[in-house]
């Protein structure tokens, strides 16, 4: 599995159910890595997505433990176990886990490459993502260019599990 998420520079990524940023070309790399392929998110991030549906043209997989939760367009998992269960038939670089915080810190241990969004800027959040850059499970394997939106400056890295 891997990981895809963007963090502020106080490794927030969330604030009130909803992102702190809304970069166009985050956006885009984000579809574009996650299309036709498996997104993993927890309930909350399902419920903060636009009308609390599903992304399009991707296989969405929610974790709940709820055991009646259903919601339309999506394969529900009530723990590990199940999705593992769900994405067997899947390679793992065709999974990836979407957050939020709770997901993040429950699956990271199962990913093997987190990409991540870096964003050299810093907005109160809620919601906090690990601070892989000094776990010494991780290893910063690229680092793009640095970009600019509107004055936010940030760039794509990834990390890979030693
Ligand atoms: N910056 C980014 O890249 C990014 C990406 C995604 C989300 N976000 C932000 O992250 C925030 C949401 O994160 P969050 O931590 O509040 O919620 P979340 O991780 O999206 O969802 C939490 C829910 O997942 C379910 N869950 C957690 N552990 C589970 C387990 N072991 N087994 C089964 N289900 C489990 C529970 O659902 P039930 O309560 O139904 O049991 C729990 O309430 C929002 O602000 C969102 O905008 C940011």
């Given at each position: 599995m891997k990981a895809i998420v963007a963090v502020s520079g106080n490794l927030g990524i969330g604030k009130d159910n909803d992102l702190l940023y809304n970069i166009p070309e985050d956006k885009k790399s984000f579809r574009r890595m996650t299309l036709g392929k498996v997104v993993v998110m927890g309930r909350k991030t399902l419920e903060s997505m636009p009308n609390g549906k599903p992304l399009k043209d991707r296989t969405n997989i929610v974790l709940s433990r709820d055991k009646d939760y259903t919601a339309e367009g999506v394969v529900v998992c009530n723990d590990i176990a199940e999705l593992e269960k769900a994405v067997?038939?899947?390679?793992?670089?065709?999974?990836?886990?979407?957050?939020?915080a709770e997901i993040y810190k429950l699956l990271l241990p199962l990913c093997d490459t987190a990409y991540v969004t870096e964003i050299d800027d810093e907005k109160p959040a809620d919601k906090f993502f690990p601070d892989i850059a000094s776990d010494?499970?991780?290893?910063?394997a690229e680092k793009s260019e640095e970009f600019d939106y509107e004055g936010v400056k940030y760039k794509f890295c990834t990390y890979e599990a030693k």
């Open positions: 067997e038939n899947y390679s793992t670089d065709d999974v990836f886990v979407i957050g939020g010494s499970r991780w290893k910063l």
